[in-house]
């Protein structure tokens, strides 16, 4: 499908580009699922990462999706299925690619697979002429944080306390499910940057595994949710929120206002020094 006239078909061919790129450079072969015969294999990829079947969207509910554009990829290596992303278009504040779930086979993660994932949902969006993606991850997931924000170079706009009520997985059962909500800007290049708090800045820490700390500790993981979710609360409340500037070596820079009305309507953002 050719780019809209808001997005330059050179810069989508480009972000397919990268994206076949990256992902040769990890070793999947990343494709949307269309044909009804690959959602069973869909399905028991989401299954075998979540590790249970409650967060799986029945059978006939991703064929809708498939049937209506909805962005599903499936990730395989040497024919094995590895890693899927679960996206579609969204209207709120501007369209954009909502992607709601991504997930890698717990023997390769950190091995790049969910890197291409994102930058393969990229290149699908900017193809549909979609500029902008947004989702919402666990902001107590420090490898997670860093990868959003760093890694990626998407901004945090908002703070979501218990997004997504009571789950059961491998990953939730048993926790508040707060979630810090993401925007990504996909015309721009890949990537930003760690930052150092300035004066008048604050830090808020997020352990380096807080999934450990949970196991370990449950009554000091509990806190640290409680007092965690306080702190990026006041960050977005307001007319004048602080805002979460970016992700320090230590964990949120919480200072400069993120969710400024020209940020959220895509004006022009001057860039954070190197």
Known sequence: MNAAPDVDDGAAAQAAAEAAAVAASVGVDIHEVALPDELDELRATMGAVWGTTDTVPPRNLLRGMALGGACLLLARRDG??????????????????????????????????????????????????????????????????????????????????????????????????????????????????????????????????????????????????????????????GPAPAGIRGWSDEGYVIGASVTSPERLAGAPIAEEPA
């Not at 997930?103 to 900017?126: C, E, M, N, T």
């Not at 059961?168 to 708090?197: E, I, Q, S, Y």
């Open 80 to 237: 094995r299925p590895v890693g899927f992303a679960l996206g579609w278009p969204g209207w709120t504040a501007g369209l954009h690619l909502h992607s709601h779930q991504v997930g890698v086979d717990a023997s390769l993660r950190g091995a790049g697979v969910g890197y291409a994932l994102k930058i393969a949902q990229r290149a699908v969006a900017l193809a549909h002429g979609i500029d902008e993606m947004r989702w919402t991850f666990d902001p107590l997931l420090a490898a997670n944080a860093r990868f959003n924000l760093v890694r990626l170079g998407a901004e945090a706009i908002g703070f979501v306390p218990h997004c997504y009520g009571e789950r059961r997985d491998a990953f939730n059962t048993g926790d508040t499910t707060d979630r810090l909500k993401l925007r990504w800007r996909l015309d721009r290049p890949v990537g930003g940057g760690l930052v150092a708090a300035g004066p008048g800045e604050q830090v808020l820490a997020v352990p380096h595994d807080y999934l450990a700390l949970r196991q370990r500790d449950p009554a000091a993981a509990d806190e640290l949710r409680r007092s965690s979710g306080r702190a990026l609360a006041d960050a977005f409340a």
